[in-house]
């Protein structure tokens, strides 16, 4: 049996969230995107007189919840650029912008744009062509990245 332990900020320590038995996954429910939260484990076995035994907890790991999925419009006010813009989702590392020229495939990853930036200016592009575009919001906790849900795709007309 476990017991998994959460890091609660208000009271200054890890608290117990839950106590599982013949598993070793717990589906954490009920947190906001993008937010980081630090958990613990520590492994218990009850004897036949019902006295418990605790193993030793584990160390502190982080991990966090995917952020939102963004909002995107764009803009063809001059020749051979696009202006993407997106609302900001809380708690993300970056943004990273996507474009094609089908709807459905063939996407490539202009570029990664940092925490709190939400417009990016695509140039060199064809004008009169139509390109796709989508944005998707990351978060890197403990040198791993977590990607969001890809906003609904967009198109437009360059100019």
């Known amino acids: 049996m476990t017991s998994l332990y959460q890091y609660s900020p208000s ?4 608290v117990l969230k839950a106590s599982v038995k013949g598993t070793t996954t717990y589906r ?3 947190r906001k995107s993008g937010a980081e939260y630090q958990f613990k484990v520590k492994p218990y076995n009850k004897t036949s007189d019902g006295t418990v035994i605790w193993g030793s907890a584990s160390a502190a790991f982080v991990t966090a919840t995917e952020p939102a999925k963004p909002q995107i419009s764009l803009s063809s ?5 696009v202006a993407v813009s997106w609302n900001n989702v809380s708690g993300e590392t970056g943004y990273q912008i996507y474009y094609s020229i089908n709807k459905s495939s063939g996407y490539t ?3 990664n744009v940092g925490t709190n930036k939400i417009k990016y200016t695509a140039s060199k592009l064809s004008s009169g062509k139509t390109y796709y575009f989508k944005v998707r919001a990351y978060k890197k906790v403990n040198g791993k990245t977590i990607f969001g849900t890809f906003s609904s795709v ?3 007309k360059v100019k």
Request: hydrophobic share 20%.
């Open 11 to 14: 009271k200054d320590k890890f």
């Open 28 to 30: 954490v429910t009920g």
């Open 77 to 81: 006010t001059s020749k051979g650029k």
């Open 109 to 111: 990853k202009l570029t």
């Open 154 to 156: 967009k198109s437009i």
